[in-house]
């Protein structure tokens, strides 16, 4: 599995993006069992998938990603999820 993901943390209203090459279900686990350590996701353990976008390469992931990281934005992720027509195009500005 190759995606982009986004983390939700309700008992800190916060979102984290990541991606992923291989399986999803373990690096939620290892951010909620604090497994890495000293990083953003190590505040809390109740991290939850809020979001998970399919990509073909680690390229288009890591796009995906950081330009998302980029935006700033609680509104944009919460749109991502809201309108899904964001997504393709994310992936058609990103797709290798």
Request: charged share 30%; with cysteine.
């Amino acid at each position: 599995m190759i995606a982009c993901y986004i983390l939700f943390s309700p008992s800190k209203n916060l979102f984290y993006t990541g991606f992923v090459q291989d399986s999803f279900e373990e690096r939620l686990k290892k951010h909620n069992e604090g497994f890495y350590e000293k990083t953003f996701t190590s505040i809390t353990n109740d991290w939850e998938l809020f979001l998970l976008i399919d990509c073909n390469t680690i390229h288009e992931a890591i796009c995906i990603e950081k330009h998302i990281k980029k935006m700033k934005s609680k509104i944009y992720i919460i749109n991502l999820k809201k309108y899904p027509e964001m997504i393709l195009k994310l992936k058609g500005k990103f797709r290798t």
